[in-house]
């Protein structure tokens, strides 16, 4: 099922799972469990982190496949005295060109784990198979039902099951059916519908949210909604080359953003933006990879990204600069400003909230904490590591007619890296708004590199400070705008400090080439008052492209 924002999966990826006999990996090869021992499943239950009562876990599909291997399930046959040609019906699934069947493994697994496993035989003569799971508790709970062609059907052929077994199945089916997270080649965004119930296949889950630029979050801090760390298990996603990184990383991390409104309005027109991004193929742009709701710590909607290691700010912080940067600034500015673009104008590639009309994006909040490092890429230069846009909760797309005329005061945005037309009386905000944002972090990213972060975290923004009228009485406070307005607001000025910081960057021996040219862009097409005179996102891509090859980086 497709709505605007995502392909609804209702199956939590079953559908994505190949059931087919592998033919480079010999079932043979495998050593028999005993599974008639109900225990045998018991060390490879993986229990919800933050469950401190231990009360859900699940079975990762590759120790299924471990303990109902075909070994083990031909010699449980044998021991019944059954056909061991059922081997195939229960391991594999069939696909011809008459009909599908799905295998039983799963449900040999509930069965095995309730010490009940020989009565996988009266499942198959039913046709009861994997794709029925979940079954559902009848009203009176004294036994199974699924719905077929959305008819619910009873599963009367469990009559001496009594009600505690039939409890304990509902239960435990759901530790064999964690969702499978998948990311399509065609680049699809899948949103998984799943229940209250169901068990995530999720090995570890920071207890606290990340911040931008918080490496340490307080203990204090809600859970309820934002950022978290999770870690997949391996055998439960796959998401694919998405560009900047693969899905195979050595620790299967990634962020987790729950949301803190359950509106399914809010939820959609925050993946709807993402979902126009997110069929770009561009290095530099973030991919949300799958979203899903389910009740899970308070929240119902979450959306999930690759995990960076750090933002640009912390990159900053952390790492002092050297000569061998400079061919890796050029190449991730460039980047960035082409990613912009495309975000910028969309037209090509992606159609129309409504009918044919071109739509244009604008990310509306760009400074170094929305831009993601991520690390050792080995087409990157020595540094490694490549730059991604992050954070399009303030962006919007909008069709042509309506892309130059949103009010400022409409928007909420970084009050430090904000462009004038916020503060200026009759402001209009568009798309060149980024072009300033981006100017504005491009300028901290050269003083970063000639001068060192504490440049960047006090000198800077204290001399930006220092310009702002101080009369506190008249309601004017200080703050590190990278422009000021007159009295009445009618007129903005780039402030002197910024302006003598530029001079002072491109007069130092070690900006020469590229640097030296990158400072006179933001001086006279970023960092300009007047929107007009501002680079659009495609100038300054190809301008900055441009530049790399004037200079050989």
């Known amino acids: 099922m497709e709505h605007s924002s995502a392909t609804e999966i209702l199956d939590r990826g079953d559908q994505f799972r190949d059931y087919r006999p592998p033919i480079d990996v010999p079932q043979s090869t495998l050593p028999a469990v005993d599974i008639l021992n109900n225990k045998c499943f018991d060390k490879f239950e993986v229990y919800y982190p933050l469950d401190s009562r231990r009360s859900k876990f699940f079975i990762p599909w590759d120790r299924l496949l471990e303990v109902i291997s075909v070994p083990s399930v031909q010699t449980a046959l044998q021991r019944w005295n059954e056909d061991i040609s059922l081997t195939s019906n229960i391991c594999f699934s069939t696909d011809d060109k008459l009909t599908t069947k799905a295998s039983y493994r799963r449900m040999l697994g509930i069965l095995v784990h309730l010490g009940r496993a020989e009565d996988i035989l009266v499942f198959i003569k039913n046709g ?28 009367d052929f469990l ?69 978290k760390q999770i870690q997949l298990h391996e055998c439960h996603y796959d998401f694919g080359d ?30 709807d933006f993402l979902k126009r991004t997110n069929h770009i193929r561009n290095a530099h742009l973030n991919k949300l990879l799958v979203t899903f709701e389910a009740n899970h710590n308070g ?9 960076a290691e750090s933002d640009l700010y912390s990159f900053w912080k952390h790492r002092r600069p050297d000569t061998c940067h400079t061919a890796w600034i050029a190449q991730q500015l460039s980047g960035l400003a082409s990613a912009l673009a495309l975000i910028h104008d969309d037209s090509e590639s992606q159609p129309a909230i409504r009918g044919n009309e071109p739509t244009y994006g604008r990310h509306g909040d760009l400074k170094p904490e929305n831009i993601l490092w991520f ?27 309506s892309r130059s005329v949103v009010r400022p005061w409409d928007i909420m945005t970084s009050r430090t890296y904000r462009p004038p037309e916020c503060d200026v009386k009759g402001g209009r905000i568009n798309r060149k708004f980024d072009i300033w944002c981006l100017g504005a972090t491009f300028l901290e990213f050269v003083i970063w590199y000639l001068r060192g972060f504490e440049d ?77 005179a501002r680079f659009t996102a495609r100038q300054l891509a190809d301008h900055l492209r441009e530049l790399c090859s004037k200079h050989s980086v």
């Open 299 to 307: 929240g119902l909607f979450h959306l999930v990204f690759p995990w």
């Open 375 to 401: 690390p050792g890429q080995p087409d990157c230069a020595r540094t490694g590591g490549i730059l991604v846009l992050n954070d399009f909760g303030l962006g919007r797309y909008h069709r042509q007619q």
């Open 456 to 532: 960047v975290e006090f000198t800077f923004p204290e001399a930006r400070e220092e310009e702002d009228n101080p009369n506190v009485m008249m309601g004017y406070f200080f703050s590190d705008t990278f422009f000021r307005v007159n009295h009445d607001h009618s007129e903005a000025f780039v402030k002197p400090s910024v302006a003598d910081w530029i001079q002072r960057l491109k007069a130092d021996d070690r900006s020469a080439g590229f640097l030296r040219d990158l400072l006179l862009v933001i001086e006279t097409r970023m960092l300009v008052v007047d929107q007009h």
């Open 242 to 271: 998405y560009g900047f990184v693969t899905s195979t990383g050595p620790n299967h991390l990634f962020a987790m953003k729950s949301l803190s409104s359950n509106d399914r309005e809010v939820f959609k027109r925050e993946v």
């Open 159 to 227: 009559q001496d099951w009594d009600k505690r077994t039939v409890k304990e199945f509902g239960e435990v089916q759901f530790a064999f059916i964690s969702p499978y997270f998948v990311r399509p080649a065609d680049g699809r965004l899948l949103h998984y519908i799943l229940s209250e119930e169901d068990v995530l296949p999720i090995l570890e889950e920071s207890k606290w949210i990340r911040e931008p630029g918080d490496e340490n979050p307080q203990p204090d801090t809600p859970v309820t909604h934002g950022v």
């Open 128 to 155: 009861l198979n994997d794709s029925k799971l979940p079954l559902r508790l009848k009203p009176d709970r004294t036994g199974l039902m699924y719905t077929k062609a959305g008819t619910d059907v009873d599963v």
